[in-house]
């Protein structure tokens, strides 16, 4: 595992000229590699023009690439940050632009197991800002915020480099927006948004998976997605998902019921009465087949009610009458 360090350059880089004291940059690097932290690239961005950190920038590469650091200097990649951000350094907007530019570059080149090291310590106060905004906007994936305290301001119990993690609060963001889709039955976009926030778990996924495969009446994906939880969650939930896959009739009644349910509490009115149609179509013909047991079988097509009638009239000659009787009534 491997640091990508990212920074905007400050006036104060490589070492403050009035103090002699060592920048933020140059501190963020001493701290990570006393964390044993391997440095695999430096990302400084810098102004330009007359009042541009262009020259810092070029001193902060060959202070990094000298003794006690000696970093590859191709290792340590200068990047302007463009003329709009150099004329006007306190735009927060165009301050986020070019840090997300730095951040894309390095996770370009980042592995897997390759940590974002973000300095919220040099530049401007936006350009400060502008990583705890990209953090917790979602846009730096496995990555840490640095502040560097001013050495003449730092208390005897303070840490000189300390992090500074948003993720919490981005992640309490999300789960706030979980909640709402779990609510919603949204257990499609619940996994989607999980994932996202850094927050899946195999449980978690198994089982918004089998919610997702159930409200399909995918229910043999549904059933693969609970197999390997089987032994952390309540035996009811494999009982349920098992009579439905066998397509027991009655499971299946219910099944369409709840379905039904959901649409309306969705506020979907059409496709809840489009449910409860086939609901009340489905146990009606499940008590009829109970009550005949079969004999004369429901027909399935047109062509089939013309021998089913015949066959009901001579099984069940008491139904048929009052089914005919019925009928006469109504017409």
């Known amino acids: ?22 920048g933020s940059i140059v501190s963020l690097i001493h701290h990570l590699i006393a964390q044993r932290q391997a440095i695999k690239q430096v990302i400084l961005l810098y102004t330009d023009g007359t ?24 290792a340590i990649a200068l990047l302007p940050v463009g003329e709009a951000l150099s ?11 070019a840090a997300r530019q730095g951040l894309e570059r390095a996770i370009a080149q980042a592995a897997p197991t390759d940590t974002l090291e973000l300095n919220a310590s040099s530049g401007t106060p936006v350009m400060k800002s502008a990583w705890s905004v990209l953090q917790a906007a979602g846009y730096a994936p496995k990555s840490r915020v640095w ?20 993720q919490v609060l981005r992640q309490e963001f999300d789960l706030q927006v979980i909640r709402q889709q779990l609510k919603d039955y949204n257990y499609a976009g619940a996994l989607t948004t999980l994932r996202a926030a850094g927050l899946a778990s195999p449980p978690l996924e198994g089982l918004l998976a089998y919610g997702h495969g159930r409200l399909s009446l995918d229910f043999r994906r549904a059933q693969a ?5 089987k032994d952390s969650i309540d035996p009811r939930w494999q009982t349920e998902i098992a009579a ?9 009644l219910r099944e369409a019921y709840f379905n039904a349910i959901v649409e309306i ?10 449910r409860v149609f086939q609901f009340q179509e489905k146990a009606l013909n499940y008590f009829v087949t109970q009550q005949l047991q079969h004999r004369p079988p ?11 009638w015949p066959a009901l009239e001579s099984q069940h000659p008491d139904l048929y009458a009052w089914l005919q009787a019925y009928r006469g009534s109504a017409l």
Not at 1 to 22: H, K
Not at 88 to 93: C, L
Request: net charge negative; glycine share 2%.
């Open 1 to 22: 595992m491997a640091s990508i360090v990212l920074s905007f350059v400050g006036q104060q880089d490589p070492v403050s000229d009035t103090t002699r004291e060592e």
């Open 51 to 74: 009042k541009g950190t262009k020259e810092r920038a070029e001193l902060t590469q060959e202070w990094l690439a000298a003794e006690p650091f000696y970093l590859p200097k191709e």
């Open 87 to 97: 004329q006007d350094p306190v735009d927060v907007r165009l301050a986020v632009q």
């Open 147 to 166: 502040q560097v305290r001013n050495p003449k301001e730092q208390q005897p119990h303070q840490a000189r480099v300390f992090e500074t993690n948003l």
């Open 225 to 229: 997605a609970i197999a390997p939880l």
């Open 244 to 252: 439905l896959v066998q397509h027991d009739p009655v499971a299946l």
């Open 265 to 274: 509490k969705n506020r979907k009115f059409s496709d809840g009465l489009v």
């Open 298 to 308: 429901l027909p399935k097509t047109f062509e089939e009610t013309r021998s089913f």
